[in-house]
């Protein structure tokens, strides 16, 4: 944990795209909290209500209440630039600064999908969640949802009743279940998976924390799959993040005479691929039918038979045995930012690829 970018993230009003701004001008977090008034007045967008909590301080006491708090709830601060931050996170436009989180990413985590739909889905959106949650579960693949009613607790429980691992991204700090009646669910994904959040402790529960959730669920997820949405529901938001952040997006059809699955009709329009079963999901990763057939990771040699795009052999044309770090790459290659970093993550799980310390790539073919 970087005690000074938790110390930035405690400052109300500053997240990733003003962090960003501060490292550029000033080099780091810590750099950033050793400036005076007018210099940190000189990063457009910043206020002085900001410039002053940075120069006084005032951040301290919120710092503390997070670090006493998971002290005596055994729980944990992840703050971007961590080992432990999930690469696949880390890549999104926007990543969290911080994440607040019981329970442990895992490495198998990088594949995995986000499952999210309406608070109250009928019958039809229940079974379909159920059995297609639950079949790409099975399959030891992480679930990842918004512990929300309806379709996120439903996915949730797919996943846990097959025993595989799943993650909740909570739209409240860690103290503050929400629903209340998910306690239960909340306590079981404590046990058996993982729970994170950018809300932090003693952060009033607010609207707009569950919308800037969203992007979180879609950016530790491969593809976002929505269940069932009508026209206005938020997990057409969660879909929306998935596409700018280059996932793929799923949905599932439902009955056009009734207005409750309107969202997804609207999504396959345009473009988002149509998923009847768990399947349908599965199948769009070739490459995942080796991890199906016992092994954790796709080693080297089964490596060797998987045919690569013409994207993949350009990214891996840059690299070498050494290690080539990722501003390089970003120059070598013509492929943009968001590209570059989905492909480095393909050739990741395909074994061509692993990633090493401070932003290197070691090419291991």
């Known amino acids: 944990m970087n005690i000074s970018i938790l110390a930035i993230a405690c400052i109300e009003g500053i997240g990733p795209g003003l962090y960003k701004s501060m490292v550029q001008k000033f080099g780091s977090a810590e750099s950033t909290l050793k400036q005076d008034r007018t210099s940190l007045l000189s990063i457009p967008k910043i206020t002085k209500v900001q410039a002053d909590a940075i120069v006084n301080k005032s951040y301290q006491k919120t710092v503390d209440i997070q670090l006493n708090w998971i002290k ?32 442990n990413f895992k490495h198998d985590d990088d594949i995995a999908f986000g499952v999210v739909g309406m608070r109250y889905p009928d019958d039809y959106g229940k079974q379909m969640c159920y059995n297609i949650a639950g079949g790409i579960a099975k399959k030891g693949i992480c679930i990842v949802s918004g512990m929300a009613k309806g379709i996120d607790s439903i996915a949730h429980r797919a996943a846990l009743d097959t025993g595989a691992r799943t993650i909740a991204v909570m739209g409240t700090s860690l103290d503050r279940i929400y629903p209340a009646e998910n306690k239960h669910l909340f306590d079981e994904i404590k046990e058996k998976g993982a729970i994170c959040t950018e809300t932090l402790i003693g952060q009033a529960l607010v609207p707009a924390n569950f919308i800037r959730r969203n992007r979180i669920i879609s950016g530790l997820s491969r593809g976002v799959i929505v269940v069932q949405a009508g026209t206005k529901s938020g997990s057409l938001v969660t879909a929306l993040n998935a596409n700018e952040q280059n996932r793929d997006v799923f949905a599932v059809p439902g009955n056009v005479l009734k207005n409750r699955h309107t969202g997804c009709h609207r999504l396959i329009r345009l473009g988002a691929k149509i998923v009847e079963n768990a399947d349908d999901v599965i199948n769009e990763y070739p490459f995942l039918k080796e991890r199906f057939a016992g092994q954790k990771n796709l080693f080297i040699e089964s490596a060797k038979k998987i045919k690569l795009g013409a994207e993949e052999d350009a990214v891996l044309a840059c690299l070498n045995k050494e290690g080539v770090h990722i501003d390089l790459i970003f120059q070598k290659c013509k492929l943009n930012r968001a590209e570059i970093m989905k492909v480095l993550l393909d050739l990741e799980i395909k074994g061509y690829v692993k990633r090493g310390k401070g932003d290197f790539y070691v090419r291991n073919i």
């Open 72 to 103: 005596k709830k055994k729980a944990k601060i992840i703050t971007l630039g961590d080992e432990e931050y999930p690469d696949i996170l880390r890549q999104i436009y926007d990543p969290p600064l911080v994440l607040m989180m019981i329970g």
